[in-house]
């Protein structure tokens, strides 16, 4: 399989080709790990962070990539996860601030950026340029990421209010698509405001049951997970648990499948 269908099958729930996935990619990760490394040299000593640190944090950074995909994205997945890892990596060194971006910028434009940091899975070469942060890219990647999984949830909850009875999925359009208040709802309906609200109440626990809107909550609860992991981890979290960063995520991940109910 390639590594786009190793991501959508990791997404449908098979996370036993994480492995797969991560063994594939982990040379990629580790060329731009060392460049991005060099490049932030001085700031990650002063932080106590090595190179052994920016591959951890690349496990989540694959995690995050591949929630992300989507089968009809125009990128291919180490598009992706050079994004994720770039975003990583400047939490690791507290560079997701506006100022500090400035700062890094300054530091990576006095590198070379052609560069040549290893091979990608085509065998083109991968330039430093590649990973280096370039805001107006980055921004238009983020739109089209956030258009994807955009349109993917408003059909999806579209779908849902479908299901609902009829004077329910009114209530839910006009009142939170429409900002109809429900007092003039009531008056519309000629019903009381109390059974306006009752209709209200009742639609929102049937979409709470919704296992495919339940899935965008699960999905935010496993991506604080993932940033949890991945900024908290130390060597003496390894030494008091005796389990790596990636098998304490395993684990805490199937405690939170559980809560949801994922198999």
Not at 131 to 141: G, K, L, R, T, Y
Not at 217 to 235: A, N, P, V, Y
């Amino acid at each position: 399989m390639t590594n786009e269908e190793l991501a959508l099958e990791i997404k449908s729930g098979r996370a036993e080709c994480t492995g797969e996935l991560w063994q594939r990619v982990e040379a990629f990760v580790q060329n731009c790990a060392n460049k991005f490394y060099l490049a932030k040299q001085e700031r990650a000593q002063g932080l106590g962070q090595t190179i052994d640190d920016f591959m951890q944090v690349g496990f989540f950074a694959l995690l995050s990539a591949v929630d992300a995909y989507s089968e009809d994205s125009e990128y291919k997945f180490l598009t992706y996860l050079g994004y994720h890892l770039r975003n990583q990596w400047r939490k690791l060194l507290g560079l997701h601030t506006i100022g500090a971006r400035k700062q890094a910028d300054m530091q990576m434009n006095a590198i070379s950026l052609d560069e040549a940091v290893g091979q990608n899975k085509d065998g083109d070469d991968l330039l430093l340029e590649d990973i280096v942060e370039d805001p107006d890219a980055e921004n238009s990647f983020r739109a089209i990421e956030d258009e994807d999984e955009h349109r993917q949830m408003k059909e999806n909850i579209d779908i849902a209010i479908g299901h609902l009875d009829t004077r329910q999925a009114d209530v839910i359009r006009r009142h939170y698509l429409e900002s109809v208040p429900l007092s003039a709802l009531a008056k519309e309906f000629r019903i009381s405001g109390t059974m306006t609200a009752g209709l209200r109440d009742r639609a929102l626990e049937r979409l709470r049951a919704d296992q495919t809107l339940a899935q965008y909550k699960f999905k935010d609860k496993k991506q604080e997970l993932i940033e949890r992991h991945s900024l908290g981890f130390s060597q003496g979290v390894f030494k008091s648990t005796g389990a790596s960063i990636q098998e304490l995520y395993v684990i805490r991940l199937e405690r939170l499948e559980e809560e949801f109910g994922i198999i």
